[in-house]
């Protein structure tokens, strides 16, 4: 599927949980090729030599898989919140991959911080903050990129029992971290195969701050496996069904009427809607009985995510009720591609219609972006990409 262009949606199937290493295995596996990853990692600019990653076959059972072997040269420091800021934030990479990377370190450093009962602010990682957690997360946020998956669901999580050694002793699994990350995103679990640390903290931040738990109507184009370190009773897999978005998809509406709402709180509102999974979201200016100006609140989701919403809706707003209703979509063929501009490289959202690209629209960020480090206006940037894209794309 790499390098095709299409817009992708995945679907992460977790019958032997997720780890850091897991899902970079996956992504290459995917076919996104090792040199890529490692030319990502080089521009963290980490000590030379200090890791090292590999791309191994190898057996889980029956079912052949790749593992992503990530090799580093330091014991697990303590480093904050903010040293791990500083290693992300000040590599060569896109700001959206550094943004989804770092998304991931503030929902770990929200979670320790519930554990152990102290402000985000004095949260130490150990674990998560060694070289090899950097890697596996800002490897997996470039990988899906590369990938062009804009989209990442999840199966049920399984949850394995038994204890596990950390830094801080032996910890019951599954670990603090790992529970307070699925808790924060209500994420749903079942009996694992066997005992042991099936998901650990790093898996556990990767699914509760990019996936949504739903398997999605798609048409199935490629499934990757990539492997868990260790040999198990059962095959120790995550795999990654890569498709795109099935044409005419069932979803439902969620509608409520607002006229006693302070207006500055939709804007949380649609971000925790957002946050827990929804497609869209919008607000409509009405008027109600008796003449008042209200708001209509419109929100668009899968099936599955219903209950969840609708309790979001009644505990975040005024509202006393809602309608829901099936609806229908139809969705046009997307492929992300980058052009060079003279200003730098910018990703444009192709529309494809009947395998022929028929609009290019240029990513409003990286236009910004570009803006602001040549002291021009956005809008110069924004035409010079899609100027370029039609004429690469749709002449």
């Not at 668009?300 to 009720?321: F, N, V, Y």
């Not at 192709?350 to 990513?363: I, N, R, Y």
Request: proline share 7%; net charge negative.
């Amino acid at each position: 599927v790499a390098g095709s262009g299409f817009t992708m949606i995945a679907y992460l199937d977790l019958p032997s949980g997720l780890s850091g290493d897991m899902m970079l295995g996956c992504l290459l596996d995917a076919g996104w090729p090792l040199e890529a990853l490692q030319e990502t990692l080089q521009r963290l600019s980490l000590p030379p030599g200090s890791w090292s990653i590999q791309r191994q076959p190898v057996m889980r059972g029956p079912l052949a898989a790749i593992l992503a072997v990530v090799r580093v040269a330091e014991a697990a420091p303590l480093r904050s919140l903010s040293d791990v800021h500083q290693i992300v934030e000040h590599a060569d990479l896109p700001q959206p991959i550094k943004d989804r990377a770092m998304a991931v370190f503030f929902r770990l450093a929200e979670a320790e911080a519930t554990v152990h009962g102290i402000p985000v602010e004095q949260v130490h990682f150990h674990e998560v903050g060694a070289l090899d957690a950097i890697v596996d997360v800002v490897g997996a946020a470039a990988g899906l990129d590369a990938l062009g998956i804009e989209h990442l669901y999840a199966s049920p999580v399984p949850i394995g029992h038994g204890w596990v050694e950390t830094n801080h002793g032996l910890l019951p699994v599954p670990a603090p971290a790992t529970l307070a990350l699925l808790a924060s995103v209500h994420a749903p679990v079942q009996p694992a195969p066997g005992a042991g640390e099936l998901v650990t903290p790093t898996g556990a931040a990767l699914l509760a701050t990019w996936a949504t738990f739903a398997q999605p109507p798609m048409r199935l184009l490629r499934v990757a496996t990539g492997a868990g370190q260790r040999q198990l009773d059962w095959p120790n897999v995550a795999r990654l069904w890569l498709g795109e978005p099935s044409m005419g998809g069932s979803l439902i509406l969620l509608e409520t009427n607002i006229d006693d709402m302070n207006p500055e709180l939709y804007a949380a509102v649609t971000r925790r809607l957002l946050e827990a999974g929804a497609l869209d979201v919008w607000l409509t200016a009405i008027q109600m009985k008796k003449g008042r100006p209200g708001v209509l609140l419109s929100v668009l989701a899968s099936h599955d995510l219903e209950p969840e919403l609708a309790g979001l809706i009644l505990r975040e707003t005024t509202t006393l009720g809602l309608r829901v209703l099936p609806v229908r979509r139809w969705e046009a063929g997307r492929q992300l591609r980058e052009v060079e501009t003279a200003f730098g490289m910018v990703r444009v959202k192709l529309k494809q219609l009947d395998s022929q690209v028929v609009a290019a629209v240029p990513e409003y960020e990286d236009c910004a972006i570009l803006a602001e480090a040549a002291d021009v206006p956005t809008r110069q940037v924004y035409e010079a990409a899609q100027a370029e894209a039609h004429r690469r794309f749709l002449a």
